[in-house]
Antibody, heavy 123, light 106 residues
Framework: QVHLVESGGGVVQPGTSLRLSCAVSGFNFNSYGMHWVRQAPGKGLEWVAVTSYDGNVKYYADSVKGRFTVSRDRSKNTLYLLMNSLRAEDTAVYYCAKEGNIVATVPGCPDSWGQGTLVTVSS | LVLTQSPGILSLSPGERATLSCRASQSVSNYLAWYQQKPGQAPRLLIHGASTRAAGVPDRFSGSGSGTDFTLTISRLEPEDFVVYYC?????????FGQGTKLDFK
């Protein structure tokens, strides 16, 4: 059974950094691309970033490009999101999600999601 | 690439048919997915490839369309279906979501 567990959220001040983790189990992590998607309180879903199964392809939303970095540790079955220069508008629940296409050069859409971790950026 | 969902809120009764729309500002071929989100929960994939039902999704949910115009149809609404639905395109490297449609009880 696919299982994704996010961690690392919390309350941070504007301009600081935070690293989110997503520990996965129940599938071959090294064969699937992985997404980060966020949802501000009371708002809709916003796609943040994606990495291909091998880490060679990474795409970012314009709102986070240059500030956020997605990476993966194949030995730990863990996905990361390093968030620098955080802003108030980055406040959201951050979800990691597995894409549905095995060994895809360009990742497809998310098909399984974690429960999310809340990041609050506030002074 | 912008996805526009309509209506923003759809008021219906259990047993009725729901038709939700998602329009793309440029063609996304059939790289369109639909998600359901219940309060306090993560989204759940319903439809991918515009019309392929995800595993375990009831057959009252169906998707159609290609190019720029897509539809999610719920043939006979159950009480648990009255939540929020999002479309997402994955044709471009910006995996855009629509703003969502909320299904409300009439």
């Amino acid at each position: 059974q696919v299982h994704l567990v996010e961690s690392g959220g919390g309350v941070v001040q504007p301009g600081t950094s935070l690293r989110l983790s997503c520990a996965v189990s129940g599938f071959n992590f090294n064969s699937y691309g992985m997404h980060w998607v966020r949802q501000a309180p009371g708002k809709g879903l916003e796609w943040v970033a994606v990495t291909s199964y091998d880490g060679n392809v990474k795409y970012y939303a314009d709102s986070v490009k240059g500030r956020f970095t997605v990476s993966r540790d194949r030995s730990k079955n863990t996905l990361y999101l390093l968030m620098n220069s955080l802003r108030a508008e980055d406040t959201a629940v951050y979800y990691c999600a597995k894409e549905g296409n095995i060994v895809a050069t360009v990742p497809g859409c998310p098909d399984s999601w974690g429960q999310g971790t809340l990041v609050t950026v506030s002074s | 690439l912008v996805l526009t969902q309509s209506p923003g809120i759809l008021s219906l009764s259990p047993g009725e048919r729901a038709t939700l729309s998602c329009r793309a500002s440029q063609s996304v071929s059939n790289y369109l997915a639909w998600y359901q989100q219940k309060p306090g929960q993560a989204p759940r994939l319903l439809i991918h490839g515009a019309s392929t039902r995800a595993a375990g999704v009831p057959d009252r949910f169906s998707g159609s369309g290609s190019g720029t115009d897509f539809t999610l149809t719920i043939s006979r609404l159950e009480p648990e279906d009255f939540v929020v639905y999002y479309c997402q395109q994955y044709d471009s490297s910006l995996y855009t979501f629509g703003q969502g449609t909320k299904l409300d009880f009439k």
